[in-house]
């Protein structure tokens, strides 16, 4: 594994869009026109800039987004947020208007536009979408109704959306709408620009113990949210862990978690990636709530080497270490590290850390003592890295891909009952977080988003990496 930084920081030269005291101009193209917008203020927003754009117009149509000339995701996030400074627009940047266009009453799958593909899984693929009234970004999981039924995988597909649907923390991915096409199953969840952060690990090789404890203490919260809703997650691994827009990680992929698992509750089901599944889960004997706090150590562990606990090519003598040997670590890890990935990696469940007070016990630990948990679930805490904002932080591989049928209706596969899930009606104004419920949108949803005030933004200054 490399150590390319670039991939995930922040470099000062391609952000510093904007030095206070002096001013900039931006380019927007229209269909018809260039408008160039001067920025005087550092404090303007993209909210500001939006009505700018609408104001200088000579269309009687309504620019209802900016996005990037080149498709840049985190740029074009950046201007779906109404109070974030235009700071990292660079000075003459071009920038595209997306005018409104009219939907139905009711929000439908045909309500989106998918961009690129950002991601694919084992029976499923993940687009960058476009909702074509409003312009925001979405990723959308689109999964084959035929290969779920034909591979036994429909019951996975439908706890993801039963589980998600229940779901709202800031350090788990939000379902906002749930489709169903004649051959595929949509879920409409937040757009994380920031990539997996396997991606990044992959590129930067490992953390240092500061770097990975923040990661490791906002996973530790999202955990500790689905215990206490009687959830286990069951699949936790850096491909699972998103980045936002600021840093922050988002848990995604709910397809193995189980409902109901109260304290001391043992379930049977053989599931999981095979470098994080716990002793107990090879063995077949039952496992609980404690797979886990095995899997917050293994993902812990991975940080701070670039690989997984007992990681062998060979899946066979891979199982065989992670039920029979001891666990190896690195000398350059701190005593206290050390001790906390022994207890969270302990082969037996009931003496692993956390089998008596579950997680609160791993945040008494002398490694986490010097962490300030109401900092870090209302995102206080600074991020030791932010997604790079002039280049992608996904695997452009993917792009390639082509993604213009991903949304066809075109098959005869049957209805699949109790899927769809339309979020209550919000606008960007009102920042009040809705939970997802069946319902009908409301009349909000029927005229183009409004910019709303100008806030200010305290900008987040990026730490750089161990080299």
């Not at 215990?227 to 980045?243: F, G, Q, T």
């Not at 790079?388 to 996904?394: E, G, Q």
């Amino acid at each position: 594994m490399g150590q390319d930084q670039s991939t995930i920081l922040n470099s000062a030269k391609a952000n510093k869009g904007f030095t206070p005291g002096s001013s900039k101009k931006i380019v927007v193209v229209t269909d018809s026109e260039k408008l160039v917008i001067k920025v005087k203020d550092p404090n303007l927003t993209c909210g500001w800039l939006l009505s700018e754009a609408n104001r200088l117009s000579n269309s009687t149509k309504h620019i209802c987004a900016l996005k990037s000339s080149s498709g840049l995701e985190t740029i074009d996030h950046w201007l779906n947020l109404y109070d974030k400074k235009l700071i990292p627009i660079l000075d003459c940047e071009k920038l595209v208007a997306y005018y409104s266009e009219s939907c139905k009453y009711e929000v439908n799958l045909e309500d989106f536009k998918p961009i690129k593909m950002i991601g694919e899984g084992g029976f499923s693929v993940v687009t960058q979408a476009m909702k074509i009234d409003t312009g925001e970004l979405f990723a959308v999981k689109s999964m084959d109704k035929s290969f779920l039924i034909g591979q036994d995988k429909l019951n996975q597909a439908l706890t993801e959306r039963k589980v998600m649907s229940k779901l709202s923390h800031p350090f788990i991915v939000k379902l906002h709408w749930a489709f169903q096409s004649p051959s595929k199953l949509h879920l409409v969840m937040d757009f994380c620009p920031g990539g997996e952060l396997f991606y990044h690990l992959h590129n930067l090789g490992r953390l240092t113990e500061r770097q990975a404890k923040f990661y490791f203490a906002e996973i530790l919260l999202a955990l500790e949210y689905l215990h206490s809703h009687s959830i286990i997650y069951r699949d936790l691994k850096p491909e699972n862990v998103l980045l936002d827009l600021d840093g922050h990680i988002k848990i995604t992929d709910f397809g193995l978690s189980k409902e109901g698992v109260a304290y001391n509750t043992i379930t049977k089901t053989f599931c999981g990636s095979p470098e994080y599944m716990s002793p107990e889960m090879l063995e077949g004997s039952g496992h609980g709530r404690m797979v886990d706090l095995y899997s917050l150590g293994a993902i812990l562990f991975e940080l701070l080497t670039g690989f997984p606990p007992f990681y062998e090519s060979n899946r066979s003598k891979m199982y065989f270490r992670i039920k029979q040997e001891e666990l190896k670590l690195p000398s350059y890890l701190t005593k206290r590290c050390r001790n906390l990935l022994l207890s969270l990696l302990d082969k037996n469940p009931h003496k692993r850390l956390g089998a008596s007070f579950g997680f609160q016990e791993v945040k008494l630990h002398p490694w986490c003592r010097k962490v300030d948990w109401e900092k870090v679930l209302s995102k206080k805490a600074v991020p030791p890295f932010r997604p790079n904002m002039r280049k992608s932080n996904f695997d452009p591989e993917y792009f390639k891909k082509d993604v213009s049928e991903v949304f066809s209706s075109k098959g005869e596969e049957p209805y699949i009952d109790d899927w769809e899930v339309v979020e209550e009606a919000s606008t960007k104004a009102n920042s009040a977080e809705m939970s997802p419920v069946l319902c009908l949108r409301s009349l909000e949803f029927k005229s183009p988003r409004k910019p709303p005030p100008l806030l200010s933004f305290a900008e987040t200054k990026p730490v750089s990496p161990r080299t």
